[in-house]
């Protein structure tokens, strides 16, 4: 009930094309579902998050998209980069669950 | 300049020896946490504070301490009883208030022992 399945583990996109993360989760009081951008030896950054009232948030080339009846949620990277190359990380949180469960990650490489 | 600072950047030590790792953060916020991340395996959370002089265990606390004596500060100790302390440590804080969940990290410890 209180995992986030994150899929794929690994993706190669090249230069220009779309990279698209998947997440699913199970407990349905969840209410927060942020994206984290990490590279190597930092910190993850916060990068986009949205609520279960809007079923897209769009902040540049970066787009969240929310199915509440599956319990998905999906990160968009458009036009991805090589800067982009990176691990993501998605998480959610909400009801009694007050604080973030992550998902396992994606090591995304865009290739030139 | 507001944010998270962890020291040191990376920290050797031998078996049986504990080890207590920085955390400061001059962001104001009330809540602060501490994660582990080991490759493939995602973040997984140690402890994590509310409030001065009080914490809660996460999901893998065992062989772990903290405390949490001013706002600021939130220092983790790995101790002896950690059975795989070799990882990289990350500590987070949030406000309480508003987005919540909202939580920023500092830029990591990378522990060693061997």
């Known amino acids: 009930q209180q995992q986030v399945k994150q899929s794929p583990q690994s993706l190669i996109v090249q230069k220009g ?5 998947n997440c699913a989760y199970e407990n349905t009081a969840f209410d927060y579902f942020p994206w ?3 590279f190597p030896g930092k910190g993850p950054a916060l990068l986009i998050a949205i609520r279960p009232d809007v079923s897209e948030k769009k902040e540049g080339r970066f787009t969240i998209s929310f199915n509440k009846s599956a319990k998905q949620f999906s990160l968009h990277i458009m036009d991805s980069q090589p800067g982009d190359s990176a691990t993501y990380f998605c998480a959610a949180s909400g009801g009694s669950q007050g604080n973030l469960i992550f998902g396992k990650g994606t090591k995304l490489s865009v290739k030139p | 300049d507001g944010g998270i600072t962890q020291s040191p950047k990376y920290l050797f030590r031998k078996e049986g020896q504990n080890v207590t790792l920085s955390c400061e953060q001059n ?3 009330d809540a602060m946490y501490w994660y582990r991340q080991d490759p493939g395996q995602g973040l997984r959370l140690i402890y994590y504070s509310q409030i ?10 065992e062989g772990y301490s903290v405390s949490r004596e001013k706002k600021e500060s939130f220092p983790l100790t790995v101790t002896s009883a950690q059975k795989n302390p070799t990882a990289f440590y990350l500590c987070a804080s949030s406000r309480l208030d508003g987005p919540t969940y909202e939580q920023y990290f500092g830029p990591g410890t990378r522990l060693t022992v061997t």
């Not at chain 1, 094309?17 to 993360?21: A, L, N, P, V």
């Not at chain 2, 001065?52 to 606390?61: C, S």
């Open chain 1, 17 to 21: 094309g779309i990279s698209i993360i």
């Open chain 2, 27 to 29: 962001l104001n916020h």
């Open chain 2, 52 to 61: 001065v002089n009080d914490f809660q265990k996460g999901d893998i606390a």
């Open chain 1, 36 to 38: 984290y951008q990490q």
